[in-house]
Nanobody, 119 residues
Framework: QVQLVESGGGLVQAGESLRLSCAASGSIFGLDAMGWYRQAPGKQRELVATITPSGDTNYADSVKGRFTISRDNAKNTVYLQMNSLKPDDTAVYYC?????????????WGQGTQVTVSS
């Protein structure tokens, strides 16, 4: 059993910052790529940012220069620092991680955390 637990969402005003955290726990033999996705009302889930175990990152064009993804491999945790937030960033943010089990690798999702940015 593997759990991904997100925290750090909330309501902020445009221009402010938030930091999301996602901790993986359970029967984990290792973690591969981790990332953040988001889903706004009436829209499909979209990639926000990903990070490999070695620290290589990838960002959606809409968040480049404003968001920073990082991870602490010792803590099985991934973070998303969100600066200069805009109302268009309002969404439920989901953590994703490729988790190695004793039988192989599969990706898991967190339950989501709401981020609301008011204008």
């Amino acid at each position: 059993q593997v759990q991904l637990v997100e925290s750090g969402g909330g309501l902020v005003q445009a221009g402010e910052s938030l930091r999301l955290s996602c901790a993986a726990s359970g029967s984990i033999f290792g973690l591969d790529a981790m990332g953040w996705y988001r889903q706004a009302p009436g829209k499909q889930r979209e990639l926000v940012a990903t990070i490999t175990p070695s620290g290589d990152t990838n960002y959606a064009d809409s968040v480049k220069g404003r968001f920073t993804i990082s991870r602490d491999n010792a803590k099985n945790t991934v973070y998303l620092q969100m600066n200069s937030l805009k109302p268009d960033d309002t969404a439920v943010y989901y953590c994703n991680a490729w988790v190695y089990r004793n039988w192989g690798r599969r990706d898991d999702w967190g339950q989501g955390t709401q981020v609301t940015v008011s204008s």
